[in-house]
């Protein structure tokens, strides 16, 4: 039964794209036999060259000098998060379509609160944790393989790899072949039943070489001489927080951590974790042999520990720049394996970022005189509701919080005959009276379209009517939230990279504005196929030959 509902998802998922006939292969790029996505995420487009007197010829250099920079590329959403930048890229619309708004949101229907991927309708495979149970089924929109996979009769591979479970989930979508991610538990890559059926024997093996406990018995050192690391503050300052806001400098005993995590979850903040999908990547490309026929495989790498480390040490770090020289060692070593097995020639490869990361508001005050601050979303709250409650009586108005979205009990609203536009509508403006708070919007409007096509898209663009809260606000240019139990992930940084190499590329650098939607109807229009329908974003001509 599972099997068959996962199987009626998928037909109703892909039934909004156009049915139109491909172009076919006579005018699509005959040698185009693998789509190489590889999202790095958090990464600032300023590394490429924050860092470039130290990388070597074959990783990031390799892209930069013979593909085609996009150095105006930016993601524009509402929540910032590598949870809502990764079905963007991967589905080419922003959340208003493809629905994920968050990595949690209310469903006032069921009255609970929403996971964007766990799904305890599906099991782990390739380990006995729960760590597996996900699936793609609030993905309301088709991704980059879905559209290949009813492109091609279902002929093309679909994979995607990841240290994250969110990452691996969303960019692969749900006609993948696998999706596979790091187990915290055990250090073993899973996957979830709603992608196999079976674990492959080659994975088997992969995690029978224990590379994750071998990584574990390491300390993680500078590739480099300390004194090297002129791109980054000195390596003992006060504006890291480190490893349980005590551990900040080199070298990190990896096994202490470890001990203290309780889980190989903290080697994801480390470049180890990265080596762990790139050896993972090139192993699957070699079993499921990806790039050996004419039909255009997908394979999308999401490297995820500048995601975890820009948390613990900032952009600016030793540790920063330390893991990005070792990523570029991983990207080489990618890519020459690539270009060995089936040619880079034959290969379309983008090199791009689900978000970016911002500078932390003590560095950006105390090191540089920057206008910044902290807002608390608690205190804002917290005397929100009291002012509801000297408004509109006592009551529990507010039902959920999460991020920059504010949800009401609406049916007390109801209940006591108020209006629920002028409810929102003195909420928002009670919202924007806090310092810090550029501004709080009522989603009234956005079910209106009151705002659609005013400086107000970004929220509008990621404003989901039955997922999305009552109020949605941002903060000013500089200011970051701070929550006094729980840490958060913020970035106000809506510029990415965006590097394509391949057959059909014209290379050089291109100022011209590109979104990030603009990735997946582009990568139609090389293929040769019809633009799927739903796709919000442009074909960036001008990269083209």
Same mark, same amino acid.
């Given at each position: ?16 794209f156009?049915?139109?006939a ?12 693998l789509?190489?996505? !590889?999202?790095?995420e ?5 590394y ?23 150095s105006?590329?930016?993601m ?5 998060k590598? &949870?809502?930048g ?22 006032r229907?069921?009255? %609970?609160? &929403? ?40 002929n093309?591979? &679909? ?17 993948a ?8 538990q ?27 406990e071998?990584?574990?018995n ?16 000195e390596?003992?300052?006060t ?5 349980y806001? %005590? ?13 203290t ?9 480390t ?5 762990l999908? %790139?050896?993972?990547? &090139? ?5 499921e ?19 975890f480390?820009?948390n ?9 720049e330390?893991?990005?020289?070792r ?10 394996y ?12 983008i090199?791009t970022s ?27 709250v ?14 529990n108005?507010v ?15 109801e209940?006591?005959?108020?209006s ?6 003195k ?7 806090f310092?810090?708070?550029? !501004?709080a ?6 079910e ?12 509008? %663009?990621?404003?989901?009517?039955k997922?999305s809260g ?13 929550f006094k139990?729980r ?5 106000d ?32 229009? !090389? ?5 799927p329908s ?9 990269i083209?030959?």
């Amino acid at each position: 039964m599972k099997i068959l509902f996962r199987e009626l998802s998928i037909f109703l998922i892909l039934s909004v794209f156009s049915f139109g006939a491909a172009r076919g292969q006579s005018s699509a790029s005959p040698k185009t036999k693998l789509v190489l996505v !590889i999202n790095v995420e958090q990464m600032r487009s300023d590394y490429l060259v924050r860092y470039a007197d130290k990388f070597q010829n074959d990783g990031f250099l390799r892209l930069v000098n013979h593909g085609a920079v996009c150095s105006n590329a930016s993601m524009n959403l509402h929540i910032q998060k590598c &949870v809502t930048g990764v079905p963007t890229l991967m589905t080419g619309a922003y959340p208003d379509r493809h629905g994920i708004i968050n990595e949690i949101w209310m469903d006032r229907l069921k009255e %609970k609160q &929403v996971d964007a991927v766990e799904d305890k309708n599906y099991i782990t495979v390739g380990s006995d944790s729960n760590e597996g149970q996900r699936s793609a089924k609030q993905l309301l929109s088709p991704t980059l393989g879905d559209g290949l996979k009813l492109s091609t009769n279902g002929n093309a591979k &679909v994979f995607s790899v990841s240290l994250n479970d969110y990452s691996a989930v969303l960019s692969s979508g749900h006609a993948a072949d696998g999706a596979y991610w790091m187990d915290n538990q055990t250090g073993n890559m899973i996957s979830s039943s709603y992608y196999v059926d079976q674990f492959p024997s080659w994975a088997f093996s992969f995690n029978a070489k224990q590379m994750v406990e071998s990584f574990a018995n390491r300390d993680w050192t500078t590739l480099l001489p300390m004194g090297s690391y002129e791109a980054s503050v000195e390596d003992d300052n006060t504006f890291e927080r480190g490893y349980y806001e %005590k551990w900040n400098t080199f070298p990190y005993d990896l096994k202490k951590l470890i001990s203290t995590e309780g889980s190989y979850r903290v080697l994801k903040t480390t470049p180890y974790g990265n080596r762990l999908i %790139k050896d993972f990547a &090139v192993n699957l490309i070699e079993n499921e042999r990806l790039g050996r026929d004419d039909v255009p495989d997908l394979l999308t790498i999401n490297f995820s520990s500048m995601d975890f480390a820009n948390n613990l040490f900032g952009p600016s770090s030793v540790e920063m720049e330390d893991t990005y020289l070792r990523l570029d060692q991983d990207i080489a070593g990618l890519l020459d394996y690539v270009d060995k097995n089936i040619g880079l020639a034959n290969t379309l490869v983008i090199l791009t970022s689900s978000c970016s990361s911002s500078y932390s508001v003590d560095f950006l005050q105390q090191q540089y005189n920057m206008p910044a601050g902290y807002v608390s979303p608690e205190s804002m709250v917290a005397l929100l509701k009291s002012y509801l409650n000297i408004t509109y009586g006592q009551g529990n108005w507010v039902e959920f919080v999460m991020d920059q979205q504010i949800y009401f009990n609406r049916q007390l609203i109801e209940k006591q005959k108020i209006s629920i536009d002028e409810f929102m509508s003195k909420a928002a403006s009670f919202i924007n009276q806090f310092e810090g708070v550029k !501004i709080a919007l009522p989603s009234s409007g956005f079910e209106q379209g009151d705002y659609a096509t005013s400086l107000l898209t970004t929220i509008s %663009k990621s404003y989901n009517f039955k997922r999305s809260g009552d109020i949605l606000f941002m903060l000013e240019d500089g200011w970051q939230p701070q929550f006094k139990y729980r840490k958060v992930v913020y970035t106000d940084n809506t510029h990415i990279p965006m590097i394509w190499m391949g057959s059909g590329i014209h290379s050089g650098r291109y100022r011209g504005e590109v979104d990030a939607i603009d990735m997946v109807p582009t990568i139609f229009d !090389i293929l040769g196929y019809d633009i799927p329908s739903h796709c919000s974003g442009r074909v960036i001509e001008e990269i083209l030959r």
